[in-house]
């Protein structure tokens, strides 16, 4: 979810809540400056739902990999 930080500051406690579900980033002046995350997800499930048909097994050094390739393509 995308607010702007005068949105998260007047409704930090319903923002509070909804960490538990997903990412929020802030955005000032349209730019991102902050994303607030739930501590309670590891990086690993993070990004897992980032790929594309990732396997529940998926290792951090299959992560790596698989960053480390995307950004050779793109390099």
């Known amino acids: 979810m995308v607010v702007t ?3 998260f500051k007047t ?8 960490i538990a579900h997903e990412d929020i980033f802030i955005t000032r002046n349209g730019k991102t ?3 607030v995350v739930n501590p309670q997800v590891s ?3 993070s ?3 980032m790929l ?6 998926i290792d951090l050094d299959s992560l790596r990999e698989e960053r ?4 050779e ?3």
């Open 43 to 45: 990086a690993v499930d």
């Open 11 to 18: 409704n930090f406690g319903k923002y509070l809540e909804l």
């Open 52 to 57: 594309n048909n990732a396997p529940h097994d």
């Open 73 to 75: 393509d793109n390099g």
């Open 5 to 7: 930080a005068t949105e």
């Open 33 to 35: 400056i902050a994303k």
């Open 68 to 71: 480390l390739s995307r950004y």
């Open 47 to 49: 990004i897992r739902g």
